[in-house]
């Protein structure tokens, strides 16, 4: 039998392939070489995102153009690396639109748009920290 810590990563990936949005595939063709690393990757997303749509949503009250940017911007990419690919379309959507918009930002016109990133957001974030084993 697997050991327990790869029997947890088994699961977390084969959850993960049954997430809406998500492509394992595609994430662990991102990662050659450091496959194994995958679910380290995925904790480690957890705890430095998941309260990046409350981010977002402070950013835009205080007309924080930048500040707005540089986290969709940098959520869109870890989303994309890991293969989040419904959450990576969600924050290209907003970091487009923060580029389009002139400064400050409206935030009220914004607000559905950090809205569908909390929606792919935080289910994520939930699978991942439900997963029965964190990596050493």
Known sequence: ?????????????????LHPGVDV???????????????????????????????????????DQRGAMLVA?????????????ELAAAARALETRLREEGAPPDAEALRPLVAELERALEPLVRLIRSAAAKPD
Do not use: C, I
């Open 1 to 17: 039998p697997a050991p327990p810590a790869a029997e947890a990563q088994g699961d977390l990936l084969a959850r993960l392939a």
């Open 25 to 63: 595939a595609a994430a662990l063709s991102n990662l050659p070489g450091m496959e194994h690393r995958y679910e380290l990757l995925l904790h480690v997303f957890a705890e430095h995102h998941s309260e990046d749509a409350r981010k977002l949503q402070a950013h835009l009250a205080r007309g």
């Open 73 to 85: 911007h940098s959520l869109k990419g870890v989303a994309a690396t890991l293969g989040a690919t």
